[in-house]
């Protein structure tokens, strides 16, 4: 049995490899954004494409679609690559306004997750 922490530190976190279902490789996390209201991580921003650090798009990735795989010492995801390289992005130097909910209905309704909201 492979053991699986509670608890990861953001810095360790951050620089993982994410994959798909499929093993594939879909980038890596570059931050967490968390929800000043709950508490919660929201977003994963993934790092995908380019080549060294050059033309990479970033992505927030809702956090509840995001699984640990500790044995491999990654994250999984449940998106096709395809759907990867057609989601709303941004760039590494133009982030977007987290406080525009909009933007979160946006982002969590293309991966199919209900956002979080505070109570």
């Given at each position: 049995m492979t053991y699986r922490p509670n608890l990861l530190?953001?810095?360790?976190?951050?620089?993982?490899?994410?994959?798909?279902?499929?093993?594939?490789?879909?980038?890596?996390?570059?931050?967490l954004m968390i929800d000043l209201d709950?508490?919660?991580?929201?977003?994963?921003?993934?790092?995908?494409g380019g080549f060294l650090g050059l033309g990479d798009k970033y992505f927030a990735m809702p956090w509840?679609?995001?699984?640990?795989?500790?044995?491999?010492?990654?994250f999984k995801l449940n998106v096709d690559k395809e759907k990867?390289?057609?989601?709303?992005?941004f760039d590494k130097d133009d982030w977007?306004?987290?406080?525009?909910?909009?933007?979160?209905?946006?982002i969590h309704e293309y991966y199919g997750y209900t956002p979080r909201r505070a109570a």
């Open positions: 530190s953001s810095t360790s976190i951050t620089g993982d490899k994410v994959t798909n279902l499929e093993g594939e490789n879909l980038g890596d996390i570059k931050d709950t508490g919660q991580i929201a977003y994963a921003v993934l790092s995908f509840q679609a995001l699984r640990l795989d500790a044995e491999n010492k990654c990867l390289k057609d989601a709303p992005g977007p306004n987290w406080s525009d909910s909009a933007y979160h209905d946006t």
